[in-house]
T-cell receptor
Framework: RKEVEQDPGPFNVPEGATVAFNCTYSNSASQSFFWYRQDCRKEPKLLMSVYSSGNEDGRFTAQLNRASQYISLLIRDSKLSDSATYLCVVSWEGYQKVTFGIGTKLQVIP | EAQVTQNPRYLITVTGKKLTVTCSQNMNHEYMSWYRQDPGLGLRQIYYSMNVEVTDKGDVPEGYKVSRKEKRNFPLILESPSPNQTSLYFC?????????????FGQGTRLTVV
């Protein structure tokens, strides 16, 4: 079983739609959780950190569920510029070991 | 401008010919790491470093070496590259842990070994 699992998609959604991604992780000792965005094989860039209390940044909301070992990302009012691959990232062992999911590809269509 | 710089960006080499991919950061970060990205596998951690002269293996260290003689530099060395090391490589640096706060990635090095 993969340590971090994501649906690779692609998710094709119209502009203005709300879309949600989930990511499950198998290591219960995981310590930090993130969503990174990657455009077309360019470098990943941090989208948001993920906390149990949930966090929101504009149209983006991320949530961590430690009991069920998954994290989620909700994008509201999708824009064309949101088209990218979204990477779920988990760290453990003092934040030194890192596992990335394979990424979920989002395509927002006009 | 805060950045992580990798060189070269693209490299085609032959099996067995030693190569080094350089990585440099200007943010005075203590933590640096190397990843490779392959289709269907996502990014996988190769090596990481917690400070000068302190390095440790990630998930896929075989066939790679690293060194951290200066805080700003973390080169990745392939002593005898093989075709299965054809991949997209990313270097990253961060302030508090390899992945505790935001990690900043270089632009990537696309390596082809023939």
């Amino acid at each position: 079983r993969k340590e971090v699992e994501q649906d690779p998609g692609p998710f094709n959604v119209p502009e203005g739609a709300t879309v949600a991604f989930n990511c499950t992780y198998s290591n219960s000792a995981s310590q930090s959780f993130f969503w990174y965005r990657q455009d077309c094989r360019k470098e990943p860039k941090l989208l948001m950190s993920v906390y149990s209390s949930g966090n929101e940044d504009g149209r983006f909301t991320a949530q961590l569920n430690r009991a069920s070992q998954y994290i989620s990302l909700l994008i509201r009012d999708s824009k064309l510029s949101d088209s990218a691959t979204y990477l779920c990232v988990v760290s453990w062992e003092g934040y030194q070991k890192v596992t990335f999911g394979i990424g979920t590809k989002l395509q927002v269509i006009p | 401008e805060a950045q992580v710089t990798q060189n070269p960006r693209y490299l085609i080499t032959v099996t067995g010919k030693k190569l080094t991919v350089t990585c440099s950061q200007n943010m005075n970060h203590e933590y640096m790491s190397w990843y490779r990205q392959d289709p269907g596998l996502g990014l996988r951690q190769i090596y990481y470093s917690m400070n000068v002269e302190v390095t440790d293996k990630g998930d896929v260290p075989e066939g790679y070496k690293v060194s951290r003689k200066e805080k700003r530099n973390f080169p990745l060395i392939l002593e005898s590259p093989s075709p299965n090391q054809t991949s997209l490589y990313f270097c990253a640096s961060s302030f508090l842990g390899v992945m505790n706060t935001e990690a900043f990635f270089g632009q990537g090095t696309r390596l082809t070994v023939v």
